[in-house]
T-cell receptor
Framework: NAGVMQNPRHLVRRRGQEARLRCSPM?????VYWYRQLPEEGLKFMVY????????ESGMPKERFSAEFPKEGPSILRIQQVVRGDSAAYFC????????????FGDGTRLSIL | SQQGEEDPQALSIQEGENATMNCSYK?????LQWYRQNSGRGLVHLIL?????REKHSGRLRVTLDTSKKSSSLLITASRAADTASYFC????????????FGKGTLLTVNP
């Protein structure tokens, strides 16, 4: 039973390019969450999605960042015109529906901006 | 949701000893979760304790919750070198208890 799959594991981009991070939730999970971990800091919530809907994007920067979870396929976190400060580890988690469902995390994508 | 504060920041013990980590939070919660993170990996869910529970066990793990003191503790018994990791607590509160917030964690080192 595969866990949460994120790819790529490492991504290098130059300033101004676009970064696309993918997340496939655990089988049977319809809730996806994205978190960002800056160096020497804990994970911070970015966005919560269900299929085709953004439920809470209160942790997303207002510009350049977007997320989607289409009916078919993985969830995508997209960062346009990347800057050095976007360098971080980005983690995806998924959960089932219902109260008190634990979130299961992928191993993250390490984004480096040159 | 709110961020929990783990204490101590670092803990070093010998294999076979018990390890205790603490978590404090500020406002009332619905539940509290503990996670583990090995270096370079994602978080692994360990245990969830609800606000109406005082103690919960899972294998060698024991979690306690004291809502009057707004604190929780994670006890790992008979530790192993493989338990070496960072441990985080995540209090869940309000209608957005899915919005986990993590602090800097406790770095546990278990020496063989």
């Amino acid at each position: 039973n595969a866990g949460v799959m994120q790819n790529p594991r490492h991504l290098v981009r130059r300033r101004g390019q676009e970064a696309r991070l993918r997340c496939s939730p655990m089988k049977g999970h319809s809730h996806v969450y994205w978190y960002r971990q800056l160096p020497e800091e804990g994970l911070k919530f970015m966005v919560y999605l269900q299929k085709e809907n953004i439920i809470d994007e209160s942790g997303m920067p207002k510009e350049r960042f977007s997320a989607e979870f289409p009916k078919e396929g993985p969830s995508i976190l997209r960062i346009q015109q990347v800057v050095r400060g976007d360098s971080a580890a980005y983690f995806c988690a998924s959960s089932g529906a219902g109260r008190d469902q634990p979130q299961h995390f992928g191993d993250g994508t390490r984004l480096s901006i040159l | 949701s709110q961020q929990g504060e783990e204490d101590p920041q670092a803990l070093s013990i010998q294999e076979g000893e018990n390890a205790t980590m603490n978590c404090s939070y500020k406002t009332s919660i619905n539940n509290l979760q503990w996670y583990r993170q090995n270096s370079g990996r994602g978080l692994v869910h360990l245990i969830l304790i609800r606000s109406n529970e005082r103690e919960k066990h899972s294998g060698r793990l024991r979690v306690t919750l004291d809502t009057s003191k707004k604190s929780s503790s994670l006890l790992i018994t008979a530790s192993r070198a493989a338990d070496t990791a960072s441990y985080f607590c995540a209090p869940g509160s309000g209608g957005s208890n899915y919005k986990l917030t993590f602090g800097k964690g406790t770095l546990l080192t278990v020496n063989p």
